[in-house]
C-alpha cells in the first residue's frame, strides 16, 4: 500500500508539471480574455475531458500529501484517520464540484 | 513509553541548513497549494453563474491585496514544482551527493523567485 501511494504521488507529479505551467500561463493571461472566450475554452469535450481528467490527478496529489503529512504529525490514531478520511472526502468534494461546474458551463 | 514525543525530522533541535529547509518548505507550500486549490472548482463555479458573476470574479482577482496573496501562491507554486522535479531527479537517483544536492537546491531558489518576477511583472 505504501509502494502504492508513492508511485501514484510520482506519476501524478510528473503529470502535473505540464499541466501547472499551462493553467498558470492561461490564468496571468485570463485578464485579456472575454467571457465567451473562455466559456469556449472549457466547455469543448476535449477541455472538459482534460480538465476534469487534470482535475482528479491534482486532487488525488494533495490528498496524498496532506495525509503524509497527517500521518507524520499527527500522533494519536483515531484523530490522524478521522482527519485523513476528512482530507479525502474534502478532496472528493472539490473534484465533484469541478465536474458539475464543467457540465453546467456547457450546458448554458 | 511517551507516545507524544515529536516524530523525525525534530525541528525543535535540527540546525537549519539549506537542504532541510528546502524540504520543509517544500511540505509547506504543498499545504498552501492544497489549500488554493479550492479557487479552480471555484473558478469554474463563478464562469457557470454567467458573464455577471465572470466579472465580478475579475473584480476581485484584481484587488490590491488578492494580488498580493495570489503573488505569494505563484511563489508556492514555483517553489513547489521546481523542487518537486528536483525530487524526482532525487528518485531516479541522479543529483545525489552532498555537493549536487546543494547546487539543484539553490537553482530551485533562483527559479522559484525568477517566475515570481515574472509573474508579478506580468499581473501588474
Known amino acids: 500500500m505504501a509502494i502504492f501511494h508513492w508511485k501514484l504521488q510520482r506519476i501524478s507529479a510528473i503529470l502535473l ?6 493553467v498558470t500561463l492561461y490564468l496571468l493571461n485570463i485578464g485579456e480574455l472575454s467571457y ?3 466559456v469556449d475554452d472549457v466547455s469543448s ?3 472538459i475531458f482534460l480538465i476534469g481528467f487534470m482535475a482528479l490527478v491534482l486532487f488525488t496529489h494533495s490528498s496524498l500529501g496532506i495525509e503524509t503529512i497527517l500521518e507524520d504529525y499527527i500522533h494519536d490514531t483515531k484523530t490522524q484517520s478521522l482527519l485523513v478520511n476528512l482530507s479525502k472526502f474534502f478532496h ?12 453546467v458551463i456547457k450546458g448554458n | 513509553m511517551n507516545n ?12 537549519p541548513q539549506l537542504t532541510s529547509v528546502l524540504s520543509i518548505t517544500h511540505r509547506f507550500t504543498g499545504v498552501i497549494l492544497s489549500l488554493f486549490s479550492i479557487l479552480i472548482p471555484f ?6 453563474f454567467g458573464s455577471d458573476y465572470y466579472q465580478l470574479f475579475l473584480l476581485i482577482a484584481n484587488h490590491v491585496f488578492i494580488k498580493i496573496i495570489l503573488i505569494g ?17 532525487w528518485d531516479m537517483g541522479l543529483g545525489l551527493s552532498i555537493e549536487d544536492s546543494y547546487m539543484s537546491g539553490y537553482l530551485v531558489i533562483l527559479t522559484s523567485i525568477l517566475i515570481t518576477f515574472f509573474a508579478i511583472f506580468y499581473i501588474t
Open chain 1, 17 to 22: 508539471v505540464p499541466v501547472v505551467v499551462y
Open chain 1, 45 to 47: 469535450f476535449q477541455s
Open chain 1, 92 to 103: 472528493a468534494i472539490l473534484f465533484l464540484l469541478t465536474l458539475i461546474s464543467l457540465i
Open chain 1, 36 to 38: 465567451a472566450d473562455v
Open chain 2, 4 to 15: 507524544k514525543r515529536p516524530v523525525s525530522p525534530h525541528l525543535q533541535i535540527y540546525k
Open chain 2, 73 to 89: 501562491t505563484i511563489f508556492s507554486l514555483a517553489f513547489h514544482l521546481s523542487n518537486g522535479i528536483r525530487h524526482l531527479f
Open chain 2, 43 to 48: 473558478s469554474l463555479l463563478f464562469i457557470s
